[in-house]
């Protein structure tokens, strides 16, 4: 498996040259769903409606998806009713830095360390190979801007950065309510398998609703 939903999510949230996270906290969201859409595709979790379970806790081979898939499937075992929402909220802050370990160790990003007000230590990611987003912004363009076909990967993304209000990151100049229109017309439409349509959907309803909670929880 190439990059993971959940790094490109991180990836595309990322200043190329000072490395630093922009809006950190929705990035939070769409990365740890990110995650588990991606073991929903791999058919390790299953998401429904408003739960979440473990369906085969064999590794994948990802290091950034199997640490999330042992941690699920200890925090579900032997309950059957874990919600969403509850694993995101548990898990969004931690996501972003497991996504950044992991484009680092992959080579695409550097870690650099400073000091704010020269006293509080902080880590930076710029890039360190530029070609993964790239390719990665040329495959979201071709589909959100220039009308091509999703494949279910991609689908899937554009769903997620939809739902966690991303798209002017990703799309900062294009028009807004065109974008927005073909990305709400992705996450919507027909473009995967039942099931991965199902977990979509139900996705986006979770991250929707732990968005708003988080903010009403700081207002």
Known sequence: MGITLAEEIMLL?????????????????????????????????????KYLDTTDATPTGQPLLDT??????????GRNRRRVTDWLTKDHTKAVGAALESLRDRGVVLETHHKVLGVFPTRRHPEADGSVERALRDRLDAVVLAGAD?????????????????????????????????????????????????????????ITAATAASIAAVS
Request: charged share 30%; proline share 3%.
């Open 150 to 206: 999703p494949d279910e990967r991609t689908a899937g993304l554009i769903a997620l950065i939809h739902s966690a209000k991303l798209g002017r990151l990703v799309f900062p100049d294009a028009p807004r309510k065109e974008t927005a229109a073909r990305m709400a017309e992705i996450a919507d439409g027909q473009w995967a398998a039942e099931n991965v349509r199902n977990a979509i959907r139900d996705m986006r309803a979770a």
């Open 68 to 77: 999330r898939l042992r941690l699920i499937e200890t925090w579900t075992r």
């Open 13 to 49: 949230s990322l200043d190329d040259e000072s490395g630093a996270a922009k809006q950190r906290e929705a990035t939070g969201w769409a990365v740890a769903g990110g995650i588990l859409l991606e073991l929903v595709l791999a058919g390790r979790v299953s998401v429904t409606g």
